[in-house]
């Protein structure tokens, strides 16, 4: 059974810095891409960056670029998103997903249950 | 960047209805790369649709996809008390990002 659990979530103040974490299980980790995809509070989902199954392609949505990274580390099956100089419009539950393909340009078959930030003073 | 536009926001149906949600893309969708997510309240999003209109596993067959292009649509022959929920677009394909439309809620009549 394919499982991804997120942590890392929490209060942080605007300027402060949070990494979160996704452990994967019941699947090859290092066959698949994967993403984390956020959702604000009564809103839609957001995808936020995507790094292939070799970390060799990676990608962020504009309104993170040059805050977030995102990393992977296959030996320990686990994703990673580390979210710098944060901002109140961060604010949002993070979810990991899984894509269906090792290049980030598949679709995502499996989801956590997703990690809150929460970005106030 | 291609933009996915969602309608109608909400629909609001009875159980047993039919619905039909719309996808719409700013440009053309490559190979129907484009796949449909259920979300419930509280609740991670669940894959039902990729490929425009192949059925996730476990997906029951009264939900379907089709379209091609920048026209799109999930059908759910009769709505399940369970179906009342927000359905998103999301086209792939284009890397390395992976664009949502809005969503819609179906909700009960």
């Known amino acids: 059974e394919v499982q991804l659990v997120e942590s890392g979530g929490g209060l942080v103040q605007p300027g402060r810095s949070l990494r979160l974490s996704c452990a994967a299980s019941?699947?090859?980790?290092?066959?698949?891409?994967m993403h984390w995809v956020r959702q604000a509070p009564g809103k839609g989902l957001e995808w936020v960056s995507g790094?292939?199954?070799?970390?060799?392609?990676?990608g962020y949505a504009d309104s993170v670029k040059g805050r977030f990274t995102i990393s992977r580390d296959n030996a320990k099956n686990s994703l990673y998103l580390q979210m710098n100089s944060l901002r109140a419009e961060d604010t949002a539950l993070y979810y990991c997903?899984?894509?269906?393909?090792?290049?980030?340009?598949?679709?995502?078959?499996?989801w956590g249950q997703g990690t809150l930030v929460t970005v106030s003073s | 960047e291609i933009v996915l536009t969602q309608s109608p926001g909400t629909l609001s149906l009875s159980p047993g209805e039919r619905a039909t949600l719309s996808c719409r893309a700013s440009?053309?969708?490559?190979?129907?790369?484009l796949a449909w997510y259920q979300q419930k309240p509280g609740q991670a999003p669940r894959l039902l649709i990729y490929g425009a209109s192949s059925r996730a596993t476990g997906i029951p067959d009264r939900f379907s996809g089709s379209g091609s292009g920048t026209d799109f649509t999930l059908t759910i022959s009769r709505l399940e008390p369970e179906d009342f929920a927000v359905y998103y677009c999301q086209q792939y394909g284009s890397s390395p990002r992976g664009t949502f439309g809005q969503g819609t809620k179906v909700e009960i009549k």
């Open positions: 790094i292939s199954w070799n970390s060799g392609s990676i």
């Open positions: 019941g699947f090859t980790f290092d066959d698949y891409a």
């Open positions: 997903a899984k894509d269906n393909s090792g290049t980030t340009r598949g679709y995502f078959d499996y």
């Open positions: 440009q053309s969708v490559s190979s129907s790369y």
